[in-house]
């Protein structure tokens, strides 16, 4: 007879094969059809909240790999909170507006001048909702789960309308100006950026040491000495007022190539090495404050240059006399207003010089460096040119090098509420512990935060003006804007009049005769989302203020973590959030930055199409995203290798949990084996370990422990010595229950652990799994951990065991390629043994040779008396031999007592008795 038929084999209809680029849409088409996430909503409602606030990803483009990251890390957190009781609503959310959607326009054959500035901004929002519906249809195949119906969007009139309201109350405390002051200034993009929009590049620039004469050495120079400065931007030089020395350092009078120089003592070895010097001859020291209102001439207009102290001054490089044109940088700007110079900015918009640069007149500032240079070469002030590689600020977004330039721009002054912005950073959890001090000190050194752009695209800046000029701001125009906004959005302000923009029957003493004029520059985009806390948090009333976490990349640093920061304590005295995740960047599998020109970009859509999203879902569970990760097509290999090893894992489990009701055949835990007890306790240690990676953010820790725990503790070991139970014994028989009890367990605990990385996998699951009630697995609670009784006792013990049965499976495997044996079934086992590994074997109830997989085992002698052939191990000295008798042909153990039972003569007793028992056979 064939007594395969008499075998419980495993019997399930889960499949094999993920086969997750078919399956998950399927899923996911279930979960839209269930409406999961309001489900979710539903039965965690009452709970506490736990706020994950999403940061709004720009709305051009497909999602990258670092998209795909980001937004998987937070679904993990809120899929993990909403299971381990909270309330944990996910609201995604885009920012839409600013200049790479005016460019994408132009690239598409847009023509600007061709429209007024509300009929390009529908052109501009119209393009961005077609961004938003294409991002969101990529994200949700990531498997993450939130409100997609109903995202936050910057464009919205009631988003527009709260960001109104942030800058009114910002301006109401006195933190909003207008001022001339030289900024960021984006040639390229025509506009102010701020420094969240600055991103730095090598550069190739002149370096030229320029001779100023001195025209009135007020009696510490003469006139025939020269002050030298050095710069690496020649095109400032028709914008140079002033020349700026520190009051403590020392200055020579150098006698060189038969002239007289002033420049820094401690820099007059490199200097004379720079000009090429031969034996400079000192003639006067002098303090740097006893250069103070000394007057220079000019090199090239017939202009002063006044000598004035800066505490910015510096001995790193240079002559320690700097070239100082208010009008070009920030402490030029400052210590010329202190000494009263004008602020002379003769470049325009788009980078070209006006008249005020005689001579130069119409030149890009980049190409007038070489005529400007020459033109001093001519005059005989040009000491030395060469060319130098430095790193040098660029407009992130059109990658340009960027200038500083002044021009009058809307400001929010951080410097009035410095302290408390420093005092929210250190309130902040931050994870990394190194954001802290990052974002500390940039709060600590930066400057005003110019908020105006002078761009189309993106929120009016709500300014009106009267008749002399003055600029307007009241708690009742900003009430009226932002009501007008949300009703209308944003482009009324640009489709009306300022008459009709303005409250009916407004009056204000700059405007006498009534007649009044708006505001055309627009908000930083930086001012749009960093308004969220207010336009999203204090808006909806599924969420609050302040939200618990914000995670983005790291570059959000001077980002969005900034900017909300600013806006948030100058508004509410208060942070946005309670802690801060960050993030590194998706590199290439060689660690370089992906990019289009190289080639090596991975894109999330690719992965999906070919391996599915739960992979790409447990690559970023496998990283340490807290740093740079990396990722290529061998790693996501490796990592859709332990994905089937899961897989295969659950597989087994359900298999052999078809005939098994819980309700039934539970064992109680007493009731239980100490093997099986054992693997109750390690999978309790799992629900530990694992419940407090996720608390802790610790993705890749759970990755390992449940890798480790399916492959070592289950496949390695339980499952594998299971199946001589499992397949052989009766139904009903008692071990056979006990196992299937353990086995339910791991089933259950181990879908609800997986369910926040592998989500479509997990639901997968439990729609297989006996005796389930929920529709998901999205809809339960996390295991909880239980305190086991005696399991110290049992780790300790069971411990021990594992390491002689590693022992065993090394001789086993010696055994196996000296041919002594094919299968374990055909050894038999021969231990000597120390005192210790006597009375761990004494103590153990269950079948040993069960336990190592063998058909023959004994305790043969002490350690000391082991035969010569014996394999010395740490825990036992073992003689593998070929196990006497024959094979039982339905169990496959090799024993001398086959064919005792003239009934079945091909089997052993033990298979004989349960054909005779239960098959009736």
């Keep these: 007879m064939d007594y395969k038929d008499t075998l419980l084999m495993p019997k399930t209809e889960f499949p094999m094969r993920g086969n997750l680029p078919k399956r998950e849409p399927e899923i996911q088409e279930k979960w839209k059809e269930m409406d999961i996430y309001q489900a979710v909503q539903d039965r965690t409602k009452g709970r506490p909240m736990f706020v994950l606030h999403d940061g709004p990803p720009y709305a051009n483009g497909d999602i990258h790999m670092g998209h795909a990251m980001n937004k998987i890390l937070k679904d993990f957190i809120v899929r993990?909170?909403?299971?381990?009781?909270?309330?944990?609503?996910?609201?995604?959310?885009?920012?839409?507006?600013?200049?790479?959607?005016?460019?994408?326009?132009?690239?598409?054959?847009?023509?600007?001048?061709?429209?007024?500035?509300?009929?390009?901004?529908?052109?501009?929002?119209?393009?961005?909702?077609?961004?938003?519906?294409?991002?969101?249809?990529?994200?949700?195949?990531?498997?993450?789960?939130?409100?997609?119906?109903?995202?936050?969007?910057?464009?919205?009139?009631?988003?527009?309308?709260?960001?109104?309201k942030v800058f009114g109350e910002m301006a109401k405390k006195g933190y909003i100006y207008k001022g001339l002051k030289p900024v960021y200034w984006s040639p390229s993009s025509e506009s102010a950026l701020a420094e969240a929009e600055i991103e730095y590049k090598d550069k190739r620039s002149p370096s030229i040491y320029v001779a100023f004469d001195v025209k009135d050495g007020k009696d510490v120079l003469d006139t025939d000495t020269q002050i030298i400065i050095w710069t690496t931007t020649p095109w400032t030089i028709p914008a140079n007022l002033g020349i700026t020395v520190h009051g403590d350092l020392d200055y020579v009078v150098v006698e060189a190539s038969g002239k007289k120089y002033v420049i820094a003592k401690d820099l007059l070895e490199t200097v004379a090495k720079e000009l090429g010097w031969e034996n400079p001859s000192v003639l006067k020291t002098v303090k740097g404050s006893e250069l103070e209102y000394i007057v220079a001439k000019h090199p090239l207009y017939d202009r002063d240059s006044l000598v004035m102290l800066g505490e910015h001054v510096t001995t790193d490089a240079g002559t320690g006399c700097v070239h100082t044109a208010p009008g070009h940088g920030e402490d030029d700007f400052l210590v010329g207003k202190k000494y009263g110079l004008d602020v002379l900015s003769p470049?325009?918009?788009?980078?070209?010089?006006?008249?005020?640069?005689?001579?130069?007149?119409?030149?890009?500032?980049?190409?007038?460096?070489?005529?400007?240079?020459?033109?001093?070469?001519?005059?005989?002030?040009?000491?030395?040119?060469?060319?130098?590689?430095?790193?040098?600020?660029?407009?992130?977004?059109?990658?340009?090098?960027?200038?500083?330039?002044?021009?009058?721009?809307?400001?929010?002054?951080?410097?009035?509420?410095?302290?408390?912005?420093?005092?929210?950073?250190?309130?902040?959890?931050?994870?990394?512990?190194?954001?802290?001090?990052?974002?500390?000190?940039?709060?600590?050194?930066?400057?005003?935060?110019?908020?105006?752009?002078?761009?189309?695209?993106?929120?009016?800046?709500?300014?009106?003006?009267?008749?002399?000029?003055?600029?307007?701001?009241?708690?009742?125009?900003?009430?009226?804007?932002?009501?007008?906004?949300?009703?209308?959005?944003?482009?009324?302000?640009?489709?009306?009049?300022?008459?009709?923009?303005?409250?009916?029957?407004?009056?204000?003493?700059?405007?006498?005769?009534?007649?009044?004029?708006?505001?055309?520059?627009?908000?930083?985009?930086?001012?749009?989302?960093?308004?969220?806390?207010?336009?999203?948090?204090?808006?909806?009333?599924?969420?609050?203020?302040?939200?618990?976490?914000?995670?983005?990349?790291?570059?959000?640093?001077?980002?969005?973590?900034?900017?909300?920061?600013?806006?948030?304590?100058?508004?509410?005295?208060?942070?946005?959030?309670?802690?801060?995740?960050?993030?590194?960047?998706?590199?290439?599998?060689?660690?370089?930055?992906?990019?289009?020109?190289?080639?090596?970009?991975?894109?999330?859509?690719?992965?999906?199409?070919?391996?599915?999203?739960?992979?790409?879902?447990?690559?970023?569970?496998?990283?340490?995203?807290?740093?740079?990760?990396?990722?290529?097509?061998?790693?996501?290999?490796?990592?859709?290798?332990?994905?089937?090893?899961?897989?295969?894992?659950?597989?087994?489990?359900?298999?052999?949990?078809?005939?098994?009701?819980?309700?039934?055949?539970?064992?109680?835990?007493?009731?239980?084996?100490?093997?099986?007890?054992?693997?109750?306790?390690?999978?309790?240690?799992?629900?530990?370990?694992?419940?407090?990676?996720?608390?802790?953010?610790?993705?890749?820790?759970?990755?390992?422990?449940?890798?480790?725990?399916?492959?070592?503790?289950?496949?390695?070991?339980?499952?594998?010595?299971?199946?001589?139970?499992?397949?052989?014994?009766?139904?009903?028989?008692?071990?056979?229950?006990?196992?299937?009890?353990?086995?339910?367990?791991?089933?259950?605990?181990?879908?609800?652990l997986v369910t926040p990385i592998l989500p479509h996998t997990a639901d997968e699951v439990w729609g297989y799994i006996p005796n389930v009630t929920e529709a998901s697995v999205q809809l339960t609670d996390m295991p909880t951990f239980k305190e086991l009784s005696n399991s110290e006792q049992l780790v300790d013990k069971w411990t021990k065991i594992m390491e002689l049965r590693d022992d065993i499976l090394k001789a086993l495997e010696e055994a196996r390629n000296a041919k002594v044996i094919g299968k374990s079934l055909q050894a038999k086992i021969s231990l000597y043994v120390n005192e210790a590994t006597k009375d761990l074997l004494d103590s153990i109830s269950e079948n040993l040779q069960q336990i190592f997989i063998v058909s023959g085992f004994e305790v043969a002698g002490t350690y000391e008396g082991a035969p010569e052939e014996a394999l010395k191990l740490d825990t036992a000295a073992i003689v593998v031999s070929k196990a006497e008798g024959e094979t039982c042909e339905r169990c496959w153990v090799v024993t001398t007592e086959v064919g005792q039972d003239q009934d079945h003569p091909t089997v052993c007793p033990r298979c004989a008795h349960i054909v005779k028992e239960h098959y009736h056979i």
Excluded at 95 to 111: C, F, R, S, W, Y
Excluded at 353 to 381: H, M
Aim: proline letters at 4%; aromatic letters at 12%; glycine letters at 6%.
């Design 347 to 752: 470049v325009d918009d788009k980078g070209v010089f006006t008249s005020e640069a005689e001579g130069f007149e119409g030149l890009f500032y980049d190409t007038a460096n070489k005529p400007i240079t020459e033109k001093l070469q001519e005059v005989g002030a040009l000491l030395k040119l060469d060319f130098i590689t430095h790193s040098y600020p660029h407009d992130w977004r059109t990658k340009k090098p960027v200038i500083f330039r002044a021009t009058a721009q809307w400001f929010a002054s951080i410097k009035d509420f410095r302290g408390e912005l420093l005092e929210a950073v250190k309130e902040t959890k931050w994870v990394p512990a190194w954001g802290e001090t990052r974002l500390f000190n940039m709060v600590r050194d930066r400057g005003d935060w110019c908020i105006s752009r002078q761009r189309v695209w993106g929120v009016p800046i709500p300014v009106f003006y009267g008749e002399n000029g003055e600029p307007i701001i009241t708690d009742e125009t900003i009430e009226q804007v932002s009501n007008l906004f949300r009703e209308h959005g944003s482009n009324v302000w640009f489709e009306r009049e300022a008459k009709d923009l303005l409250p009916e029957g407004f009056t204000h003493e700059s405007s006498p005769n009534g007649l009044f004029t708006k505001e055309t520059d627009i908000m930083d985009v930086w001012f749009d989302s960093g308004s969220s806390h207010q336009a999203v948090l204090e808006e909806r009333e599924d969420l609050q203020r302040p939200a618990d976490l914000y995670l983005e990349g790291s570059d959000q640093y001077r980002g969005w973590f900034n900017s909300s920061l600013s806006t948030a304590v100058a508004v509410t005295g208060k942070a946005p959030y309670k802690g801060v995740l960050s993030h590194g960047f998706a590199l290439d599998g060689e660690g370089r930055k992906m990019s289009k020109s190289l080639g090596n970009t991975i894109l999330p859509a690719k992965v999906m199409n070919q391996l599915g999203a739960d992979i790409l879902r447990l690559w970023v569970a496998s990283v340490d995203y807290q740093a740079d990760v990396r990722v290529s097509d061998a790693i996501l290999k490796q990592v859709a290798e332990v994905y089937r090893k899961i897989r295969n894992t659950f597989r087994f489990l359900l298999g052999n949990l078809a005939d098994f009701n819980p309700e039934t055949n539970k064992v109680a835990y007493q009731d239980l084996r100490e093997v099986d007890q054992f693997i109750l306790v390690k999978l309790n240690s799992l629900i530990k370990n694992v419940l407090n990676a996720y608390e802790n953010y610790e993705y890749s820790a759970i990755y390992h422990a449940i890798n480790n725990f399916c492959t070592l503790d289950l496949s390695a070991f339980y499952l594998d010595f299971a199946k001589d139970v499992l397949y052989i014994e009766a139904e009903n028989n008692q071990e056979r229950r006990a196992i299937q009890t353990v086995l339910y367990e791991c089933l259950v605990v181990l879908t609800k």
């Design 80 to 164: 993990f909170k909403s299971m381990s009781g909270y309330h944990a609503p996910y609201v995604p959310g885009w920012d839409t507006h600013g200049l790479p959607i005016e460019q994408a326009l132009a690239n598409k054959g847009v023509k600007r001048k061709e429209f007024s500035v509300a009929e390009f901004r529908k052109l501009c929002e119209e393009y961005a909702n077609e961004q938003i519906n294409n991002q969101r249809e990529q994200f949700k195949r990531l498997g993450v789960r939130g409100d997609w119906e109903n995202p936050y969007i910057t464009l919205k009139p009631e988003y527009e309308a709260q960001q109104i």
